[in-house]
């Protein structure tokens, strides 16, 4: 399983951005993928999830109705797309992805932890500020 992020960089308040993970190594369908992200001197903080047995995508709090996760299994890649920007997203952002086998029959949507994952990017930063 490989995960390579990319598409992270400056951007002012108010606006947009989509991260890209570039990933391979495993059947789409049979993993639940999710993105983390890590703030500047805080810990990792659960972003969303698709797969995890729900049937649908998950959000964070703080960030529904501005960020969503696509994924394309036919190119290899999932997206998080993000709009309306602020200073609290700033962080390096992580795509992660775990077998689902691994929480069947739990309510585990998405988490925030490297060792809740079995496969973790090495992350892009996002900078918001003016």
């Known amino acids: 399983v490989q995960l390579v992020e990319s598409g992270g960089g400056l951007v002012q308040p108010g606006g947009s951005l989509r991260l890209s993970c570039a990933a391979s190594?495993?059947?789409?369908?049979?993993?639940?993928l999710s993105w983390v992200r890590q703030a500047p001197g805080k810990g990792p903080e659960w972003v969303s999830s698709f797969g995890s047995g729900r049937g649908s995508t998950s959000y964070a709090d703080p960030v529904k109705g501005r960020l969503t996760m696509s994924a394309d299994s036919t190119k290899n890649e999932i997206f998080l797309h993000m709009n309306t920007l602020t200073p609290e997203d700033t962080a390096v952002y992580y795509c992660a992805v775990v077998h689902i086998g691994r929480y069947h029959g739990t309510d585990w949507v998405g988490g925030s932890q490297k060792n809740e994952y079995g496969y973790w990017g090495q992350g892009t930063l996002v900078i918001v500020s003016s």
């Open positions: 190594g495993f059947i789409y369908s049979d993993y639940a």
